[in-house]
Each structure stands twice: as C-alpha cells, then as structure tokens.
C-alpha cells in the first residue's frame, strides 16, 4: 500500500511517465490511490481480525518453529540515532516540497532552452536525491554503514530502476511529442 500511495515511490513515478501523454498529474494519481489505499486497508484489516492471532497456538508456526525454518522472535532494543528525528523531517519536507510542485504546476523550474518545465517524474528524482544528500550531510550518517543496509540495496535498485525509466519516457515524451 506504501508504494501505491506514496507520491515518491518508483511505482508512481513510472505510472506518472507513462500516463503523461494522456495529461495525468500526480495530483490526479493521488486523488485515486491514496482512498483506495486506505479502503483496501480497512477491508485488510477487517478480515485479518478473524484470522487465530496467537503465534503459540498456530500449529503451523509452531511446526515451522520446530523444525528451525523460521528463527526464534527475541525482543530487543533498538537504539535509535539521536539524529534520526532530522532525517525524517528532512524526507517530509523533500515529500511535501514534491507534492508542492505536483499540485502548484507553475512553481517547477523551467528549462531555459525550450521553456518548459520540468517533467514530474525528474523533479521527484531530483528532489529526493537532493533531500538524500542533504539528509547525509547534516546527520554525519557513516556511508560505509548506510551502504550495507538492505533498505538502501533495495532503495538503489529502485532509483536506478526509475532514473532509468524516468530519463528514457522524458527524453521520448519531451523530444517526441
């Protein structure tokens, strides 16, 4: 649900190329999934209620666990960083400035050689390269740690996957239409 309704994920960043030919907007995407999202969670929710929610009397899990295929829940601490707090402003206000743009079409910059402005699907690669960058200055995050997480080898993948497709349906739509 998080990709559907999220205005920066690569999903929506790739449905937004390909519906722009037909004058769709990430206001218009958003207008559309973010109720659906949370009808399809509500209705999720609903129906997992009446599902056995105790993992102790699951004999499934049960055998699973005794069979050492799924590893043991211990609890434990998470420390979090003292500043975490900033990044998450940062990705908020990145987020907010995205949608800014989206709903506001007037306030994207303009490329000087043609007059138009920029694609949405580039200002939202921009915008949170921009936001990553600015995140990783002011929060002194050690990159050879950041690197090693599975969240950034997915997110890059994810960037590489959409700067991709973003670069290759702006340079067909911008050139070409």
């Known amino acids: 649900i998080g990709i559907v309704a999220s205005p920066i994920s ?9 519906l722009q030919p037909f004058a769709i907007t990430l206001p218009h995407l958003l207008i559309i999934m973010i109720p659906s999202a949370v009808v399809a969670s509500l209705i999720s ?87 990553s960058y600015i995140m990783v200055s002011i929060t002194k995050v050690e990159i050879s740690k950041l690197t090693s997480q599975s969240t950034f080898k997915a997110g890059m993948s994810a960037a590489l996957c959409v700067i991709g497709v973003a670069w290759l349906g702006d340079t067909l739509i911008s050139n070409y239409s």
């Not at 690569?10 to 390909?18: G, N, Q």
């Not at 929710?45 to 599902?51: G, V």
Request: a positive charge; hydrophobic letters at 55%.
């Open 45 to 131: 929710s609903f129906i997992i209620s009446f599902l056995p929610q105790k993992l102790e009397t699951d004999k499934n899990y049960q055998k699973l666990l005794s069979e050492g295929k799924i590893p043991e829940k211990t609890a434990e601490q998470r420390v979090i960083p003292p500043r975490a707090p900033i990044a998450v402003l940062i990705f908020l206000l990145t987020v907010l400035a995205i949608v800014i743009y989206s709903i506001f079409p007037e306030l994207k910059p303009i490329y000087p050689s043609t007059g138009k402005p920029i694609g949405t699907a580039l200002l939202i690669i921009i915008l949170m390269l921009l936001g």
């Open 10 to 18: 690569a999903a929506v960043v790739a449905f937004l190329i390909i």
